[in-house]
Nanobody
Framework: QVQLVESGGGLVQAGGSLRLSCAAS????????VAWFRQAPGKEREFVAA???????????YYSDSVKGRFTISRDNAKNTVYLQMNSLKPEDMAVYYC?????????????????WGQGTQVTVSS
């Protein structure tokens, strides 16, 4: 069982940066694939980024085209935490960001794959 708690959301101007954190419980967190998704009002949930467990693909990272080059996902297994560094934020990045985890590899952008979800953190980008 894994419990996820997101933090770091807030209000930022376009072009600014935020770093989101996803803190997890559980001693085997390093064996989980962890992803960030986001959902804006009136829109479907959207994949943002994922980092695989070391045991699957050596901790490879995956990004949606809309954030590639601007966002960076990383994990600190010693702290049971995954980060999402968001730079050059745009108004269209505004959404509730969710952390998700699953104890398997593959299908990284498929939200149905993930069995554990956090409560979300709001990111607001002003233009």
């Amino acid at each position: 069982q894994v419990q996820l708690v997101e933090s770091g959301g807030g209000l930022v101007q376009a072009g600014g940066s935020l770093r989101l954190s996803c803190a997890a419980s559980g001693r085997t967190f390093s064996t989980y694939t962890v992803a960030w998704f986001r959902q804006a009002p009136g829109k479907e949930r959207e994949f943002v980024a994922a980092v695989a467990a070391i045991s699957w693909t050596g901790g490879n990272t995956y990004y949606s085209d809309s954030v590639k080059g601007r966002f960076t996902i990383s994990r600190d297994n010693a702290k049971n935490t995954v980060y999402l560094q968001m730079n050059s934020l745009k108004p269209e990045d505004m959404a509730v960001y969710y952390c998700a985890a699953d104890h398997s590899g593959g299908r990284y952008s498929d939200g149905e794959k993930y069995g554990y979800w956090g409560q979300g953190t709001q990111v607001t980008v002003s233009s």
